[in-house]
């Protein structure tokens, strides 16, 4: 069994921020991958950033120079730092993992992200 469990969603002005976390526990040999998505009311599920098992990030468009991905191995745990967030960033994040050589995948069960004035 494994669960992702996501934190750090909730409510925030315009130009505010916010740290998310998704913790891995269960039956997970090595995690590979680990990647942050997204998907607002009406729209598909889009990756917003993703991070490589030794520290190496990508960015989605729409997170570059705003948002930044870490991640704390020793806890299985990864983080989404969103700063200067707009309306449009409104959606609920998942936390996604890549893991046991690629045999395995799984998915967070997502936390709402509202950006409101």
């Known amino acids: 069994q494994v669960q992702l469990v996501e934190s750090g969603g909730g409510s925030v002005q315009p130009g505010g921020s916010l740290r998310l976390s998704c913790a891995a526990s269960g039956n997970i040999f090595r995690i590979e991958t680990m990647r942050w998505y997204r998907q607002a009311l009406g729209k598909q599920r889009e990756l917003v950033a993703g991070?490589?098992?030794?520290?190496?990030?990508n960015y989605s468009d729409l997170a570059k120079g705003r948002f930044t991905i870490s991640r704390d191995n020793a806890k299985n745990t990864m983080y989404l730092e969103m700063n200067s967030l707009r309306s449009d960033d409104t959606a609920v994040y998942y936390c996604?993992?890549?893991?046991?050589?690629?045999?395995?995948?799984?998915w967070g069960q997502g936390t709402q992200v509202t950006v409101s004035s």
């Open positions: 991070i490589g098992s030794s520290g190496i990030t």
């Open positions: 996604y993992v890549l893991a046991d050589g690629g045999r395995n995948s799984y």
